[in-house]
């Protein structure tokens, strides 16, 4: 089945320390998103791809690097200039143009910083 | 810019209740409109759209119309089950974004037996 996989579900970070999430999509979608949540809280969009080796930030972009090296996938760095890492991190793809067909989400990544 | 403005929560109801979580926009474009749900500790599901005005959008019992003229797009269930428990995002995306998405900052429903 068609699908977006996120890893790792889990994921621990020490001060100071880079980490990687991954995002994995083969839908053959164009477009991926990554979105951060914090409790009880909406999604802020950090990063954007709309077409491979090409992305854009979003509305909280600071701390944060991606690529989009291959049309099915999308990895976010969170990096140690990241001050409050803590959160929910949701990967999404979709079909780019009108934007009639939604996003398909992944299951996310919860960081905690330790 | 676009916006999407929902109606805050927490909702509870009774189970068997009826439900409505209003949400309203503000688009530059024709966009199309979703909801979306969330439950504990997952990723967000597409729950149902529509794509243009007047029309309803449907899943699971859950209804939406289109409404242009009032820029609205209210979540509605008749009879509501415990297992519908769970945030609902309301969301729009448009032709002069790219597709780019919007999303409302989510309603919380608790439903109680």
């Known amino acids: 089945d068609g699908g977006i996989t996120q890893s790792p579900k889990y994921l621990f970070r020490k001060e100071g320390q880079n980490v990687t999430l991954s995002c994995e999509q083969n839908l053959n979608h164009d477009a991926m998103y990554w979105y951060r949540q914090d409790p009880g809280q909406g999604l802020r969009l950090i990063y954007y791809?709309?077409?491979?080796?090409?992305?854009q930030k979003g509305d909280i972009a600071e701390g944060y690097s991606v690529s989009r090296e291959k049309k099915e996938s999308f990895p976010l760095t969170v990096t140690s200039a990241q001050k409050n890492p803590t959160a929910f991190y949701l990967c999404?793809?979709?079909?780019?143009?009108?934007?009639?067909?939604?996003?398909?989400f992944g299951s996310g990544t919860r960081l905690t910083v330790v | 810019g676009n916006s999407v403005t929902q109606m805050e929560g927490p909702v509870t109801l009774s189970e068997e209740a009826f439900l409505t979580i209003n949400c309203t926009y503000t688009?530059?474009?024709?966009?199309?409109l979703f909801w979306y749900v969330q439950y504990p500790g997952e990723g967000l599901q597409l729950l149902l759209k529509a794509t243009k005005a007047d029309d309803k959008g449907s899943n699971k019992g859950f209804e939406a119309t289109y409404r242009k003229e009032t820029t609205s797009f209210h979540l509605e269930k008749g009879s509501v089950q415990v297992s519908d428990s769970a945030v609902y995002f309301c969301?729009?995306?448009?032709?002069?974004?790219?597709?780019?998405?919007?999303f409302g900052d989510g309603t919380t429903l608790t439903v109680k037996p």
């Open positions: 969301a729009l995306s448009d032709r002069a974004n790219a597709g780019k998405s919007t």
């Open positions: 688009a530059t474009g024709y966009p199309s």
């Open positions: 999404a793809s979709s079909m780019t143009g009108t934007g009639g067909y939604g996003y398909t």
């Open positions: 791809s709309q077409i491979v080796n090409d992305f």
